[in-house]
Nanobody, 115 residues
Framework: QVQLVESGGGLVQPGGSLRLSCAAS????????MGWYRQAPGKQRELVAR???????NYADSVKGRFTLSRDNTVNTVYLRMNSLKPEDTAVYYC?????????WGQGTQVTVSS
């Protein structure tokens, strides 16, 4: 079992920055994949960025060059640094991991980009 707790969401102006954190209840070293998804109003949940078991980082085309995924294994935490935020980035952001053939999700944190 893995519990995921997100934090760092909020209201920001277009062009602003925000850093999301996802703390896991166990070591993330053994987790097969871990990253972030988001769901905007009226939209399906979509991949934003994730680390895979092959140590490959995947980014959605819409966030490449603006968002940066990172991790700190010593504190079991994954981060998503979001720069140059746009109104279309507004969504609930969910931390996700795949571990022992199961998927785990955080509760989500709201990110709103508006002037």
């Amino acid at each position: 079992q893995v519990q995921l707790v997100e934090s760092g969401g909020g209201l920001v102006q277009p062009g602003g920055s925000l850093r999301l954190s996802c703390a896991a209840s166990r070591s993330i070293f053994s987790i097969n994949a871990m990253g972030w998804y988001r769901q905007a109003p009226g939209k399906q949940r979509e991949l934003v960025a994730r680390f895979t078991s092959g140590d490959i980082t995947n980014y959605a085309d819409s966030v490449k060059g603006r968002f940066t995924l990172s991790r700190d294994n010593t504190v079991n935490t994954v981060y998503l640094r979001m720069n140059s935020l746009k109104p279309e980035d507004t969504a609930v952001y969910y931390c996700h991991c795949s571990y022992r053939e199961y998927d785990y999700w955080g509760q989500g944190t709201q990110v709103t980009v508006s002037s």
